[in-house]
């Protein structure tokens, strides 16, 4: 579970882009070692590691109502030094692009070759 999760400025903007018809899906994770909580003005993860960003299942699932909520599933494998893992950000693209949202959590140890399955669930709320 996510110490602190955050849509951020730019997450907004990929969301009204999307309601308009415009602009791409946010289904690449990245992955990194920062551990200052997320912030709305984040524009991506505070440290990456090297690893590429992995490219997403996305889904249409039901939390509270039907459809309601995002799910995006991508598994990323350690390439390089072991590492311990505290971020992950989405974004809408491979390389560069924008993040939609970004997440700090509790240590993962990872060694080379160890890999990370992260599930992504962001629920649109009435409330």
């Given at each position: ?42 524009t991506g993860l505070e440290t990456a590691s090297a690893e590429a960003r ?48 970004r997440a700090t959590f509790s240590e993962i140890n990872v060694n080379v070759?160890?890999?990370?399955e992260f599930t992504v669930n962001s629920v649109f709320d009435q409330g």
């Amino acid at each position: 579970m996510a110490d602190t999760v955050k849509v951020l400025d730019d997450g907004m903007a990929i969301i009204t882009n999307r309601i308009k018809g415009a602009g791409t899906e946010p289904k690449f994770v990245g992955w990194g070692v920062g551990t200052t909580a997320a912030a709305n003005d984040d524009t991506g993860l505070e440290t990456a590691s090297a690893e590429a960003r992995t490219e997403c299942t996305t889904t249409r699932q039901q939390t509270n109502v039907a459809n309601d909520t995002y799910r995006a599933v991508g598994s990323i494998t350690c390439a390089g030094a072991g590492k311990a893992i505290t971020e992950i950000a989405l974004f809408d693209a491979s390389t560069d692009g924008n993040a939609f949202l970004r997440a700090t959590f509790s240590e993962i140890n990872v060694n080379v070759g160890d890999s990370i399955e992260f599930t992504v669930n962001s629920v649109f709320d009435q409330g």
